[in-house]
T-cell receptor
Framework: NAGVTQTPKFQVLKTGQSMTLQCAQD?????MYWYRQDPGMGLRLIYY???????DKGEVPNGYNVSRLNKREFSLRLESAAPSQTSVYFC???????????FGPGTRLLVL | GQQVMQIPQYQHVQEGEDFTTYCNSS?????IQWYKQRPGGHPVFLIQ?????EVKKQKRLTFQFGEAKKNSSLHITATQTTDVGTYFC???????????FGRGTSLIVHP
């Protein structure tokens, strides 16, 4: 069991470039989440997917899009990266919304 | 919207001292979860409390859920250098689907 995996681990982008962060879980969980973590700000929810085929906005969705490709995979896309999107991005999954969340190792993104 | 506040933001202790972090919600929570994140790592689940007034222990860690289900605390007895990290609480407000995370308390233990 790999748990939750994320790719890439690190990425440097120039302002205006686009990229997709990939996340996959092998625990057969229904719910998946994308968070960003900035110093002193804790974990802020970007988007979540309660179940396959559904996605909803979280606290800070602007500048991001998501796709729940299937039950295992949930991707986060930055269409036109901005320096304000420099952050550490975590994907997580849970059996259902109120249950324990399992986090991936994170993607460290720097936008120049 | 719901807010989950954690205090203190940082705590420095000498190894062997006790440590407590507090979590307060503006609304009643269905449950409270605690996570630990080591420096450079990702959050890892520690425990979930569900019942009003619930107390759970894990070795030197004691977790409490308030009677009104709006606050919680994590107490570590006799801290060790392995306790270093940021401790987050998270809770879904009653009727909500997903938990809101507090900003975390960073624990620094000096040997």
């Amino acid at each position: 069991n790999a748990g939750v995996t994320q790719t890439p681990k690190f990425q440097v982008l120039k302002t205006g470039q686009s990229m997709t962060l990939q996340c996959a879980q092998d625990m057969n969980h229904n719910s998946m989440y994308w968070y960003r973590q900035d110093p002193g700000m804790g974990l802020r929810l970007i988007y979540y997917s309660a179940s396959e085929g559904t996605t909803d906005k979280g606290e800070v969705p602007n500048g991001y899009n998501v796709s729940r490709l299937n039950k295992r995979e949930f991707s986060l896309r930055l269409e036109s990266a901005a320096p304000s999107q420099t952050s550490v991005y975590f994907c997580a999954s849970s059996e259902s919304g109120q249950e324990t969340q399992y986090f991936g190792p994170g993607t460290r993104l720097l936008v120049l | 919207g719901q807010q989950v506040m954690q205090i203190p933001q940082y705590q420095h202790v000498q190894e062997g001292e006790d440590f407590t972090t507090y979590c307060n919600s503006s609304t009643t929570l269905s449950n409270i979860q605690w996570y630990k994140q080591r420096p450079g790592g990702h959050p890892v689940f520690l425990i979930q409390l569900v019942k009003s007034g619930e107390v759970k222990k894990q070795k030197r860690l004691t977790f409490q859920f308030g009677e009104a289900k709006k606050n919680s605390s994590l107490h570590i007895t006799a801290t060790q250098t392995t306790d270093v990290g940021t401790y987050f609480c998270a809770g879904p407000p009653g009727g909500s689907y997903i938990p809101t995370f507090g900003r975390g308390t960073s624990l620094i233990v000096h040997p």
